[in-house]
């Protein structure tokens, strides 16, 4: 004989396992899902880091050409301050009279004394 409640079992039964499977899937989704993300996040991270480095490393070298700079324009100022010493002995030498010229030349020791501001200048 037909038992409605029999009927009511199975479709309770059939309701549950559907449930209980899409349950299932809905964790499975959200776990696989998860394990995507943290994997996405590490390697972001990653790259992240790899970014900084570079950065880091360019600032490096900027600062690097930053001081060569200094250093460059420091040393085209003192070839400057020498090539006006220089322009001014060479001047004094093309300038001076025929009389200092002579066995020792009064305009070789001009030069020499020249050479020597010359020298205690760039000190």
């Not at 970014?51 to 900027?62: D, K, M, Q």
């Not at 010493?85 to 001009?110: T, Y």
Request: proline share 3%; net charge negative.
């Amino acid at each position: 004989m037909f038992n409605p409640l029999d009927l009511f079992s199975s479709i309770k039964s059939a309701v549950i396992t559907i449930g209980v499977i899409a349950m299932l899937s809905l964790i499975g989704t959200l776990w696989v899902q998860k394990g995507l993300a943290e994997r996405r996040a590490e390697t972001l991270a990653s790259e992240k880091a790899k970014l900084e480095s570079a950065v880091l490393s360019r600032e490096i070298e900027v600062d690097g050409l930053k001081v060569s700079l200094t250093e460059l324009q420091n040393t085209l100022f003192r070839i400057g301050e020498h090539k006006s010493v220089e322009d001014a002995n060479n001047k004094e030498i093309d300038n001076a009279p025929p009389e200092s010229d002579g066995p020792v030349a009064s305009v070789l020791r001009d030069a020499l004394r020249g050479v020597e501001r010359m020298y205690n200048h760039a000190h």
